[in-house]
């Protein structure tokens, strides 16, 4: 068997974690990713018919049923990922309403207590587009100060986000979906955030965080990065006065340039 821990999805999926950390992103246990395996990824690192244990998970997402992930741990920090993968990370495959535990999670710890949200995010993302593979909860500081200033809905937050930077409607011309404040960690808050990521690839939590989701690590992470500089501009902003902007007809040509395909009943 090769070692897991030299494996590029592990590796990368640590690097990530150690970007959103340094960021400020991810305070103490603040934040989880899972990234969705195929089996021929794991072949050669880990013997997929020898589980560890069996942890439940309070829910059931047939569509996922025998799919693989590798998922941060619950109350694990972010910033001790790479130093520790095996304790700070595992390898499940979701069942009927447990999953299996196939490595890591070595300190008898367990997935991230937001399973439901991402579960659900990856069945909805995946019904839109067979290519996903990621999802990304992230407490990023300037996404979060905008949901104290900003009305928490997805038409007013999309359009103040795509004015900031000119890349925006070009890299999430689907909008940001916004959720009001609710209890994280219930079964409740996942079933509305897939709801949203229905449509959406990101999903603001009201006072709380973003979740982002992609094909991959990069494009997730590069999704996330670019909703959080667009409301830092916004915050840098808001107390001046802003004498410009970019404009609803601008927004229209840069979506017309790029060819990307964007919510048009979001400008006005
Ligand atoms: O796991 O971010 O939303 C820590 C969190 C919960
Ligand atoms: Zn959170």
């Not at 700070?88 to 535990?101: F, Q, S, Y």
Request: hydrophobic residues 40%; negative net charge.
């Amino acid at each position: 068997m090769k070692n897991i821990l030299t494996a590029k999805f592990l590796t990368d999926f640590a690097a990530t974690a150690s970007n959103m950390y340094r960021l400020g992103w991810d305070e103490r246990n603040g934040g989880n990713i899972s990234l969705m395996l195929d089996e021929s990824e794991l072949s050669g690192y880990l013997n997929l018919n020898k589980p560890v244990r069996t942890i439940p998970m309070g829910f059931s997402e047939p569509s996922l049923e025998g799919k693989l992930f590798l998922v941060t741990g619950t109350g694990k920090y972010f910033k001790n990922v790479e130093g520790d993968p095996e304790t700070n990370l595992g390898v499940i495959r979701v069942g009927k309403t447990d999953a299996e535990l196939l490595w890591g999670y070595k300190d008898g710890g367990r997935f991230t207590s937001e399973l439901p949200a991402h579960l659900m995010s990856h069945a909805a993302r995946l019904k839109a587009d067979p290519a996903h593979r990621v999802i990304m909860h992230s407490h990023p500081t300037y996404t979060l100060a905008m949901t104290y200033v900003v009305p928490l809905t997805d038409k007013e937050f999309t359009r103040a986000l795509w004015q900031m930077c000119t890349e925006c409607i070009v890299v999430f011309p689907d909008g940001v979906g916004v959720l009001p404040w609710m209890l994280c960690g219930t079964n409740e808050i996942g079933e509305a955030t897939a709801e949203k990521m229905a449509s959406y690839r990101s999903v603001i939590w009201a006072q709380h965080g973003l979740y982002a989701a992609g094909k991959d690590l990069d494009e997730t992470f590069g999704l996330l990065e670019t909703v959080e500089k667009a409301a830092q501009i916004y915050m840098l902003t808001a107390p001046l006065k802003r004498l410009n902007t970019i404009t609803d007809e601008q927004l229209e040509i840069i979506a017309k340039a790029f060819k990307v395909t964007y919510r048009k009943d979001f400008l006005k």
